[in-house]
């Protein structure tokens, strides 16, 4: 895919005119939330005036992006989508140059020093126990030590280029119910215990849960945000579990369906 610079034509257009990104905007709240409209809610996302937010859209119907029927009613048009998806896919290769292209180049990454390192060694990055190490060894990915540093201190590595070596952990997902079907009392805690052994991250949803862990000897690591808290450490690595009560258990399962993490399910609800 060819790289897309601010000095190309359809972005430089997009991006050097705020008329052009004002239309942009638009259009894309309209394609959000059509049929019914409100131009206020609009103008105040966007920062501008009811007035000027009607004024875009009727020049936008004008172009045949956007059909309007009844009052405060519009459809973005066939026209209305192709034009907000290339310019989408503009925008979209742009950042892609950004991000691959510049920053990578100026980018110092954070990480533990395995040994003693000193400025300038070329030191082979990894990932173990969620955070990046960096040793004088060979591996997939290699960056450049920009700082002297000791064991166990944390140091800079400048031009990393490779694949960093990890593998996702599994998130084990164990149900508990909540108190109107017995909360904590109505828990397996001899089959927790199983499963949560040599688990590095436990998170707890809902305080039957929190109850039922601390009945089983432990105590989360996570009590708040524990679900996003979860799918993070899992991209790092770390084997985790989530200790969460019945009615937030499928939205949770969705979640990480949606993040393609492994996952594992432990009813542990007594019947």
């Given at each position: 895919m060819p790289t897309t610079t601010a000095g190309d034509g359809p972005l430089a257009t997009l991006l050097r005119s705020k008329r052009e990104t004002t239309r942009f905007q638009?259009?894309?709240e309209v394609a959000e939330h059509q049929p019914a409209i409100r131009q206020q809610e609009i103008a105040e996302?966007?920062?501008v005036t009811p007035q000027a937010v009607s004024e875009y859209i009727r020049?936008?119907?004008d172009d045949g992006f956007i059909s309007a029927y009844g009052r405060g009613r519009y459809e973005v048009t066939k026209e209305g989508i192709e034009w907000v998806l290339n310019n989408a896919e503009v925008l979209e290769n742009y950042a892609r140059h950004v991000t691959r292209d510049v920053i990578q180049k100026v980018r110092v990454w954070p990480a533990i020093?395995?040994?003693p390192l000193k400025e300038g060694d070329v030191v082979g990055v990894y990932m173990k126990d969620g955070w990046l190490y960096a040793a004088k060894e060979e591996r997939n990915a290699m960056g450049e030590v920009i700082a002297d540093a000791v064991a166990g201190q944390d140091v800079g590595i400048a031009q990393l280029t490779g694949l960093i070596d990890h593998t996702e952990g599994t998130v084990r997902v164990l149900k508990v119910p909540r108190i109107e079907r017995g909360g904590s009392r109505k828990v397996d805690l001899?089959?927790?215990?199983?499963v949560l052994a040599g688990v590095q991250m436990v998170g707890v949803v809902g305080l039957e849960a929190a109850i039922a862990l601390r009945a089983a000897g432990r105590e989360p690591d996570i009590t708040f945000g524990s679900r996003e808290?979860?799918?993070e450490a899992a991209f790092h690595?770390?084997?985790c579990a989530v200790l969460i009560v019945d009615e937030e258990?499928?939205?949770f399962l969705k979640r990480l369906e949606s993040a393609g993490l492994n996952y594992t399910i432990h009813d542990l609800i007594i019947p």
């Open positions: 638009i259009l894309v996302k966007m920062g020049e936008l119907a020093a395995a040994g001899a089959g927790m215990q199983k808290g979860a799918v690595g770390v084997e258990f499928t939205d």
